[in-house]
Every structure is written in structure tokens, then in C-alpha cells.
């Protein structure tokens, strides 16, 4: 049975937006289905989010999937980067993932998050050794995610790139999105 786990974003919970619909969508085909609370989503740090998805997930095998929201897309990587060398996954759906640049407010402790996660090492050829197949899915009306965020899921993890008209950050509270088929539809394809 795939195991598929949907991974919130800064701030963000399990019933967040679309992870309802897309948990029970899955669910109704045979997936077993997980969304994690990431502790102290206010304020995401690698050093606690990346081991508590790796609680989650437990054994990563080719029968696991993941989807991510924003940050959480950066947790994914972070994380796969962590798995054993030969150690591969069923792939992973990246929506409005970021690792070059994201557009924030001026708070210090939101530049200094954001600083954390950007700035922090990443070794995209060891995240992909463990990625055979990924989907990064990007609004071209995004106010935090610039498009040119799409290149290093495109040229580092071999990504295939789908840009949505008008979804904003794909936010359940701020962008009305309580449903998100193309999201599914990518999931369905790994």
C-alpha cells in the first residue's frame, strides 16, 4: 500500500486548506494517508522539522510519497537528504516549494526564519539519488514564491513544472483553496 505524507508549511496545521480534500481523495484510492503536525509551525526550524518528519515516515521505501506545502517542501528535501545511499522513495509533489528566494514581511524573526532555511547547506544531488520522479507546482500570482523558485526544482532535482493561473500561495485561509485536483492528479502520477 503507498503511503503518502502531506507536509504543512510555515504557520500551517493538518486541516489546513486543501490537506482534507487531498487526504480523503487519496484515501478513497487505497493510499494510507499521514499530515503531520510539525512542532512550533509559528516559528519552522530544520533541526526540529526534519526529525519529526523522519518519526513520521518511520521506513522510507519506494511505497512513499510526499507532497509539500511551501516550507514544507524545503522539509522534504532536508529530509530525503538524510536517507541511507541507495535508499529511494516513490517520488514527491513540491507545491509553492522554495530554495532560492521568497518574498516576506520586514519582521526580524521572519527574515531571520526564512534566513535559516535559504541559507542552510543543501546537497540536491544526494536529494535527488533518493527522488526518482517529482512534480513542482508554482502560481504564477504567488506572493511569496517568485517563479524563478521553479529552476531548482527543474535543473537540481529534475522536476516536471506546472504553473497554475491565479492560485496565489495555494493557502487554504488567504487564498480560499479547499480543493486542489492538479495536486492529486500529480500525486497519482508518481
Same mark, same amino acid.
Given at each position: ?6 507536509? /504543512?508549511? $510555515? ?6 486548506? $486543501? ?10 484510492? !487505497? +493510499?494510507?494517508?499521514?499530515? #503531520? *503536525?510539525?512542532?512550533?509551525? @509559528? ?8 526529525? @519529526? =518528519? ?5 521506513? @522510507? ?7 509539500? /506545502?511551501?516550507?514544507?517542501? *524545503?522539509? %522534504? ?9 541507495? *535508499? ?9 516549494? +522554495? +530554495?532560492?528566494?521568497? !518574498? ?12 535559516? $532555511? ?11 539519488? /533518493?527522488? #526518482?520522479?517529482?512534480?513542482? %507546482? ?10 524563478? !523558485? ?6 537540481? =532535482?529534475?522536476?516536471? %513544472? ?6 496565489? /500561495? ?6 480560499? %483553496?479547499?480543493? =486542489? #485536483? ?9
Amino acid at each position: 500500500m503507498k503511503r503518502v505524507f502531506i507536509v /504543512h508549511g $510555515w504557520d500551517g496545521y493538518p486541516e489546513e486548506g $486543501w490537506f482534507p480534500w487531498l487526504k480523503k481523495e487519496l484515501e478513497s484510492k !487505497n +493510499f494510507k494517508v499521514f499530515v #503531520p *503536525q510539525l512542532p512550533d509551525s @509559528a516559528n519552522p526550524r530544520i533541526e526540529k522539522w526534519v526529525p @519529526a =518528519l523522519a518519526g513520521t515516515v518511520g521506513v @522510507a521505501d519506494e511505497q512513499t510519497c510526499f507532497v509539500g /506545502h511551501s516550507i514544507g517542501c *524545503q522539509t %522534504i528535501a532536508r529530509y530525503l537528504e538524510t536517507l541511507s545511499e541507495g *535508499q529511494k522513495v516513490g517520488g514527491a509533489v513540491f507545491v509553492a516549494g +522554495f +530554495f532560492e528566494r521568497v !518574498n516576506l514581511e520586514e519582521d526580524f524573526n521572519v527574515q531571520e526564519t526564512s534566513r535559516l $532555511w535559504l541559507k542552510a547547506p543543501l546537497d540536491f544531488s544526494k536529494v535527488k539519488s /533518493h527522488l #526518482p520522479k517529482s512534480i513542482a %507546482i508554482f502560481s504564477d500570482n504567488d506572493p511569496y514564491v517568485p517563479l524563478d !523558485n521553479q529552476n531548482d526544482f527543474r535543473e537540481k =532535482l529534475g522536476s516536471e %513544472i506546472i504553473v497554475e493561473k491565479s492560485k496565489g /500561495h495555494f493557502s487554504g485561509p488567504s487564498d480560499g %483553496i479547499t480543493k =486542489l #485536483p492538479v495536486v492529486l492528479e500529480s500525486v497519482l502520477k508518481l
